[in-house]
């Protein structure tokens, strides 16, 4: 197809939308015009039956690698790992000799679906073969680096280590960064993992088309560069499934107001230029107050990913991309507007609005990033989507039902009765398998083996998950004019093997982590505010002092620091160790609780002083030292030292020599705390190295958080392995907390911090951030966090909750 571009840079506005909007529309309708070209050839085959009779000659040829004989199947019973176990599923898998063609299958796919590439060519057989090989390295090796951009979950370890592999750690920190912010701003009513797995699935697919643009004499410096665009342009334009398409197609906003977003969104692609906020703000109406800040939030995201994108964009490439947006969004927004309720619609309005949408989101991958490609590429793309798109509307025919969305299979689904004209979808689905092996792709046997894998693994998933009765009756409804195709369709379905394809593994893994991390994460935020409520309430120190006059002075001093906002961290870590990790009772291990934050509370008093950071705010108030005075801030920590030692002697329900252990251990630390405080203080003015401003950092921060892991540890009696990984841990998050709080330092204001920023500079103090600059001390940062992240993986699963104190560590505000 031959697109005429879009002069996104005329002389006047008005100009602009008359000359824009002329040419997207011919564009529309041009390719409008050839998905109804393809609809008709589509229907020709539907009506004729030719489809039914070439695709039963294909499944003859196809069973034989898929059917086993009946002796074998009959006496030769298998066992095998289920899918949902991941790791043991592919050990099997490779054990089994299935793991290179179940690969093989699975990356021939990618390359036809995302690349648009056809499997009978050379070069693509040769690219396929190492993308395979790589994969499977990375699968079975367990800890080494991944080959291609990881996309079996959001982890960001795993995401942080592929990009320094290639070289692009700052951006892949800018990626996290966004995802969180993304993942933040989904509000009720909307997916959040499914947005979440499709930006980052569309990331990973513009990489994968920037990378096939690459081979091994590319430039260390071109590829990085290369890799860095990909995954800033993947970003910006996968950020329109969340913010354009899902908020669209949910019930956040009213019909006006959708009407009045979508044409915001046309407006911007028809003159290339982002509506300005009063625009935006004015086109949402009463409905929208609860929901301003995510409106504010979405038209700073998008502006600033329409503006990257279109700053990529150059010559006939960049009038492609404008055009392809245009006929991708219009199509989304012409079938997103139908009603099921209305029964006139012809299998032109059904099916046209689907093969344009279903092709752009592969066209647009490619010309984002105006990648080049083969000359068929263009019409392979466009003629496949729509095998996807059934493919998917097909699984998702219930849940569109009880939502009113209009996809061929509810149209058929609800008016079938009174509309005998209509088209079966299920039907119209295997004729576009036909018409992809035969005209598309010319028989060629890859082809025909990735397709009807596809398609069989599809129904065999359908037939799983509705359950027998249900699929059988479905297949009644769907069925009526293919009776013989159907039978050897059927008959697939209940006998083939090997047919399973490792994305729709990873899709199930990943929607599966995603919503178990969501659900972990928010309880480990619940039980932070339970847990920290609970500390607050029991920190107060009640006034029993011999000498009323004094003592009650000093005590008051000792709760006015005690009183300020504490993230209470330590105590809340100790606690979830204890109950969370260990077993242990809750209400047994509370003095060692205050004792922590006693100690931890007394080293803030006495670092606030004139002799050392001379601060003067902690915690949002003036340092206690500012309030009283210099000699009542030092009584004052002592006495906290001493009432944190009183609660730890305190401890009851466990054997006296423990207890004792613990406070020999506890006073260990607190002289190693003291020693890293000392070490900083005399490091001031001096230019550090980062071997040396480790070691600090250490025994300022890490052996802080050490204490709160294994202290609850000992007294859960853990083996010696346990108290190692937990050292471990301690030492790298203790190292990426300090180093979180340097760039807060830096960059955050006294407010949100509860303390001056830019406090570290003014002492002279070395840190991170003087040391290695903004983007070397997040980088340094995450190489901590990465360790840290191994270190959880080694501990027993009780105690994996600690993956979200890491993300905490290293994503706080605060």
């Known amino acids: 197809m031959s697109l005429t571009s879009i002069n996104i840079n005329p002389a006047g506005p008005n100009e602009a939308r008359e000359v824009t909007g002329i040419r997207a529309e011919e564009a529309y309708r041009r390719a409008e015009l050839r998905a109804e070209q393809y609809l008709e050839q589509l229907t020709e085959r539907v009506q004729g039956g030719s489809y039914a009779a070439e695709l039963t000659e294909d499944f003859q040829v196809w069973k034989k690698s898929h059917i086993r004989p009946w002796p074998a199947r009959l006496f030769g019973s298998r066992s095998s790992a289920q899918p949902q176990d991941y790791n043991r599923y592919i050990q099997w898998m490779d054990a089994a000799g299935k793991l290179n063609d179940y690969l093989a299958r699975s990356v021939s796919y990618l390359y036809m679906r995302d690349l648009g590439r056809a499997l009978d060519d050379p070069d693509t057989q040769s690219r396929i073969h190492r993308t395979a090989g790589g994969l499977k390295r990375s699968l079975l090796s367990g800890g080494d680096p991944q080959e291609g951009m990881p996309t079996d979950g959001f982890d960001t370890a795993a995401l942080y280590r592929w990009g320094q592999q290639e070289q692009i750690e700052d951006t892949v920190i800018w990626m996290i960064a966004k995802m969180k912010r993304v993942s933040e701003n989904i509000p009720e009513g909307m997916n959040a993992e499914q947005a979440q797995r499709k930006l980052l699935k569309i990331i990973a697919g513009v990489v994968l088309h920037a990378r096939e643009e690459m081979d091994a004499q590319t430039p260390q410096a071109e590829r990085s560069r290369r890799m860095d665009e990909a ?25 006006e107001e959708k009407k009045r977003y979508s044409d915001l969104i046309r407006s911007a692609l028809l003159s290339g230029t982002v509506p300005v906020w009063d625009d935006w703000s004015g086109a949402f109406g009463s409905g929208h107050a609860e929901n301003f800040a995510l409106i504010r939030y979405i038209h700073s995201e998008l502006g600033e990913a329409f503006e990257y994108i279109k700053g990529r964009q150059s010559g006939e490439g960049g009038s492609v991309f404008f055009e392809q947006a245009y006929v991708f969004f219009e199509s989304q927004d012409v079938d997103r507007n139908k009603s099921l309720a209305d029964g006139t619609y012809t299998a032109s309005q059904l099916y046209v609005p689907v093969i344009l949408k279903s092709s752009g989101s592969r066209l647009i991958a490619r010309s984002v990033g105006q990648g080049g490609g083969d000359g068929g590429f263009e019409r392979r793309t466009f003629y496949y989507g729509i095998y996807n798109q059934l493919a998917d509307d097909f699984a998702d025919l219930f849940d569109d039902l009880e939502t009113g969305a209009v996809t061929p299979y509810t149209y058929y689904w609800k008016h079938r009765g009174e509309r005998p004209d209509l088209q079966s979808p299920f039907e119209m689905y295997w004729a576009v398998i036909a018409y992809l092996i035969r005209d598309v792709y010319g028989s060629d046997a890859n082809t025909r083996e990735v397709l009807l894998d596809r398609a069989i693994n599809g129904l065999k998933r359908a037939r799983q998950r509705l359950g027998i009765p249900r699929y059988e009756e479905l297949m009644e409804v769907l069925t009526p004019g293919m009776p013989a195709l159907n039978a050897v369709i059927q008959k697939m379905v209940r006998q083939a093997e090997d047919v399973e394809f490792f994305d729709k593994l990873l899709r199930d893994r990943m929607l599966t982590e995603m919503k178990k991390d969501r659900e972990d994460r928010e309880r480990f935020r619940s039980l932070l505010d339970e847990v920290r409520a609970q500390i607050d309430a029991a920190l107060p120190i009640s006034p029993d002092s011999n000498v009323p006059a004094v003592g009650d002075s000093l005590i008051d001093a ?35 609780l205050k004792s922590l934050e006693y100690l931890h509370t007394a080293s803030l008093i006495f670092d606030d002083l004139p002799s050392q950071d001379d ?37 009851q329900g466990f054997k006296p020599e423990t207890v004792l252990e613990l406070m020999h251990y506890s006073a260990h630390k607190a002289e190693e705390l003291c020693m890293g405080q ?17 070691e600090i950092c250490f025994y300022k921060t890490g052996v802080a958080f050490e204490a709160c892991l294994i202290m609850p540890a000992m007294l859960a009696n853990a083996p010696q392995d346990q108290l190692k990984q937990l050292e471990t841990l301690a030492y790298h998050a203790g190292i990426a907390f300090q180093i979180r709080d340097d760039l807060l330092d830096a960059e955050g204001e006294a407010l949100q911090l509860g303390k001056p920023a830019g406090q570290d ?15 070397g001390a997040k980088r340094e940062m995450w190489n901590h966090y990465c ?8 501990l027993p699963e009780r105690l994996r909750f600690l993956k979200h104190l890491l993300d905490y560590l290293v994503q706080r505000e605060k």
């Open 615 to 651: 601060a003067d705010l902690r915690r949002g108030r003036q340092t206690l030292h500012m309030r009283y005075d210099g000699a009542t801030a030092e009584l004052s920590g002592l006495l906290l030292i001493q009432q944190g030692v009183r609660e730890q002697s305190r401890l």
């Open 761 to 775: 500079e003014a002492n002279g103090s070395s840190t991170f951030v003087t040391v290695l600059g903004v983007d």
């Open 678 to 694: 000392a070490l900083d203080l005399k490091s001031r003015g001096q230019k550090l190295t980062l071997e040396r401003l480790n």
């Open 231 to 255: 995954v800033r342009l993947g970003y910006s334009y996968g950020l329109t499934y969340p913010f354009v398409d899902d908020l669209l197609d949910s019930q956040l906003l009213t019909d």
């Open 787 to 794: 360790e840290a992240s191994d270190a959880v993986r080694e």
């Open 558 to 592: 000792a709760n006015y620091s005690l009183a300020g906002s504490g993230k209470r961290l330590r105590p809340i870590l100790a606690h979830l160790v204890a109950t969370e990790g260990y077993g242990l009772d809750g209400q047994q291990v509370r003095p060692l």
